[in-house]
Nanobody
């Protein structure tokens, strides 16, 4: 069974950093591209980052470009999201998910097949 489990969220002050992790089972990182999307009350779902399954190319939303870094560890079958220079606008529940393609995921923020339970990120001003 395909499963994804997020961890690493928390409460930080503006300008701080967090590292999220996504543990994956049931498939390898060569099978599906993996994206992170976020949801907050009153806001649309936003695809924030994605790493492709074929060549590990990385993709970022303009809102996080230069601040967030996505990476994968093939041996551990995990995907990380390093978040630096956090802003109050980053406050949301963050989910990792399988992606149809990274281009599509960044355009729509839409997962396919599976996603995790989410981890809460709160950035205070």
């Amino acid at each position: 069974e395909v499963q994804l489990v997020e961890s690493g969220g928390g409460l930080v002050q503006a300008g701080g950093s967090l590292r999220l992790s996504c543990e994956i089972s049931g498939f390898t990182l060569d099978d599906y591209s993996i994206g992170w999307f976020r949801q907050a009350p009153g806001k649309k779902r936003e695809g924030v980052s994605c790493i492709s399954s074929n060549d590990a190319s990385t993709y970022y939303a303009n809102s996080v470009k230069g601040r967030f870094t996505i990476s994968r560890d093939n041996a551990k079958n995990t995907v990380g999201l390093q978040m630096n220079s956090l802003k109050p606008e980053d406050t949301a529940t963050y989910y990792c998910a399988t992606a149809r393609s990274c281009n599509w995921f960044l355009l729509t923020g839409e997962p396919v097949a599976a996603w995790g339970q989410g981890t809460q990120v709160t950035v205070s001003s």
